[in-house]
């Protein structure tokens, strides 16, 4: 026996609604049926996804909420299978979307927001990585839109810009950096400090490594004691005392607002980077997801 969509479907459901009943109502099947769902899901899989203390107190095990995560893909990546080849009168209400790690955090949600605002009766799926793992999504097809903060595969890829992102530089929040910024003292003059970067693979990390090549210094010229991918954990460190960042202005803002690090420009004026939303040129989009890209467009308004 195989799995099918049918037991990964009852499957998500209960894990949602915490209730075999509710989610055999959704899903117009007995309770008795999604349970037996789940039964031969967890015989199939070889281990348990669902602690059955007690009718009313239904929980997700370790392996469980693994399985979620990769039934709820599935089950996304199937439903945008069938959108692929459906006629534009048979649209679904399902957007995918993969970003990297600073749209995904500061900028989507205030878009998702804002569309929802308008198309309430639309779901998302979003994924999140790095810039590279959010256009290899696309490429892949188990996402349609990626919000990226680098351009690549522009043969096979549409580009539009969403917004503008300053990249600047965060240091501990002590009194030889707070003189210096009273000083208005660049950040370009303190990399001789140390530094803790990006992992490669982030737009952040290309920007930097652009900047640094645009004032000729490289990664090798700097004293690089980390390297982290971790948006939150970077600035913690950098708070702790552990080292100074390049990082994107919108992710350091609350860090910067509440005083845990001292922001400074790297040069008078930027730099700066764009925020994409990227696409395939050659996808047919719902009339959903066409929605949605033109939404996003009034945004900035600039093709890349």
Do not use: W
Not at 18 to 27: C, M, N, P
Not at 143 to 168: E, M, P, W
Request: charged letters at 25%; aromatic letters at 8%; glycine letters at 6%.
């Amino acid at each position: 026996m195989n799995i099918s969509l049918r037991q990964l479907e009852a499957f998500i459901k209960v894990a949602e609604h915490r209730s075999f009943s509710k989610a055999g109502d959704e899903l117009f099947l007995s309770q008795s049926t999604v349970s037996s769902h789940i039964a031969q899901l967890e015989q199939l899989l070889q281990t348990t996804l669902i602690h059955r203390r007690e009718k009313k107190n239904i929980e997700l095990t370790e392996d469980g909420v693994k399985a979620y995560r990769m039934a709820l893909q599935i089950l996304n990546q199937a439903e945008m299978l069938q959108n692929m080849f459906r006629k534009e009168e048979q649209d679904s209400p399902l957007i995918a979307i993969a970003a990297s790690t600073v749209p995904s955090s500061y900028i989507l949600p205030g878009i998702i927001s804002g569309f929802s605002a308008l198309r309430p009766e639309c779901r998302f799926s979003v994924l999140d990585g790095d810039s590279a793992f959010a256009i290899d999504c696309v490429q892949n097809g188990e996402a349609v839109f990626a919000f990226v903060g680098t351009v690549s595969r522009k043969a096979a890829l549409s580009y539009h810009t969403v917004c503008r992102d300053k990249i600047v530089l965060l240091t501990p929040n002590t009194e030889e950096f707070a003189q210096k910024k009273s000083k208005g003292i660049l950040g370009r003059e303190l990399l001789g400090y140390p530094i803790i970067m990006r992992e490669s693979g982030s737009g952040t990390r290309k920007e930097t490594d652009n900047y640094l090549k645009s004032i000729g210094r490289s990664l090798s010229d700097l004293n690089v004691t980390a390297y982290m991918n971790n948006i939150e954990g970077i600035k913690s460190m950098v708070a702790l005392g552990r080292g100074t960042t390049i990082l994107s202005e919108r992710a350091a803002g609350d860090a910067i607002k509440t005083g845990r690090v001292l922001c400074f420009d790297l040069e008078n004026d930027g730099p700066y980077r764009d925020i994409y939303i990227a696409y395939l040129k050659s996808r047919s989009l719902t009339r959903t997801e066409q929605h949605f890209l033109n939404y996003v467009k009034k945004l900035d308004g600039k093709d890349k």
